[in-house]
């Protein structure tokens, strides 16, 4: 019998853990590198919802008009440095054409396409990681002061679901039966009931990567920076000490630090990142049932194993800025106005690196330059959500099987 084909996944995040898993059960041998260990870049720290609801776009009808006040505001949800801002104009340029309705519309189906899979695709590898007792599928809640403001979501909540969501109106009294320890300042929420969380997004990904072991995968610690090319087509990725690993097929799929290695590989791509912080807390005697998105304020509070979380807002400042963690105090902050009986006592702060698409859909592509590359990230706020979407996808790709989905919007050439 021939050897399976060797494939070199790039990058060891949620995402790369379920690719991987995926090339697996299509029969390929798999080698994991990333220069972290797994799990511990954007993975470790995220907000933990598995948002199977949000097919709205980050960048929406009349985001052009809320730019300056957002970037005026030191507490608001999008804050960009000064500095950054020649090397971030293409990308603002190319979220800005995206807000236009039209291509809201079309880019919110094709986002639905990919998230109305997300439970199935999950729930046999939850089963056989067995982490079933780390995933809830109670759905969250968003919550609004005034009517006024749920009418301004009118737009995002009918376009959800125009796209197959379901969304329920709630009344305050119904939200403080859910969650009785909530300020009594919220006069109406919504119910977004296929919404889902997991009670630590690393134990989620370090049990499926200790799947992806038992099956026969193994991992390498390497930063890989370039490529070997043999016949015209890569053969082998050289770290960055030197060293050559050698493939058959090759994934990249390190989340933001993917658009140089495409860029090595012939495929240019306006790949950036979102800076997020939290903080998580201890409970200290306060109660949260479920995922709570507080809408006027852009943050998420989310009850995990080891405390609540507190995160949202948008920082644009690359990769290689200091992390401002007065963010994260001023997300806490509004944190504890929306659940009075948080305190910061044993706190800890986090900043992530979101890797995204202006037009908020991921890249799951084959390159358009050699036949035995490919490529999954940019899935910004969604990549835990995704994942095993994005893994099953792939894995068909690389074998060459018929696409379950039509896989043009998510080419990485679409720019």
Known sequence: MSEPQHVLVIGAGIIGVNVGLSLQKQGFAVTLA?????????????????????CAPISMPGTLRHVPGWLMDPTGPLSLRLSYLP????????????????????????????????????????????????????????????????????????LRRRNGVVLTDISRDQIYEMEPDLAPIFTCGVIEENWGRVLDPFKIVTGLYQL??????????????????????????INQIGDNIT???????????????????GNKVPLDTERGYNTTVPYH??????????????????????????????????????????????????????????????GTQWMGFRPSIPDSKPVISSSSRHDNTFFAFGHGHLGLTMAATTGRLLADLVAGNPATLDMTPYRINRF
């Open 87 to 158: 090397q971030m104009l293409p990308w603002l340029l190319r979220f800005l054409v995206a807000s236009r309705r039209s291509n809201v519309e079309k880019i919110a189906t094709e986002l639905a396409a990919l998230l109305h899979c997300a439970w199935d695709d999950y729930a046999p590898l939850i089963l056989d990681a067995k982490l079933q007792d780390a995933v809830f599928k109670d759905g969250a809640l968003a919550v609004y002061r005034t009517a006024q403001g749920r009418r301004a979501a009118d737009y995002s909540i009918d």
């Open 247 to 265: 493939f058959d097929k090759v994934v990249v799929c390190c989340g933001a630090w993917s658009k140089q290695l495409a860029s090595r590989l």
């Open 212 to 237: 992806f072991l038992d099956r026969g995968g193994k991992f390498e610690t390497a930063e890989i920076v370039d490529f070997v090319y043999r016949d015209g087509r890569p053969h082998a990725a």
């Open 285 to 346: 005697g306060v109660t949260l049932n479920h995922m709570v998105i507080s809408a006027d304020d852009s943050i998420v509070l989310t009850p995990m194993e080891m405390g609540i979380r507190v995160g949202g807002a948008v920082e644009l400042a690359g990769l290689k800025a200091a992390p401002n963690y007065d963010r994260a105090k001023a997300l806490f902050a509004k944190g504890q106005q929306v659940l009075p009986g948080l305190r910061d006592e044993g």
């Open 34 to 54: 990333d220069r972290d260990a797994p799990g511990r870049g954007t993975s470790f720290g995220n907000a933990g919802g598995i948002a199977a609801t949000e």
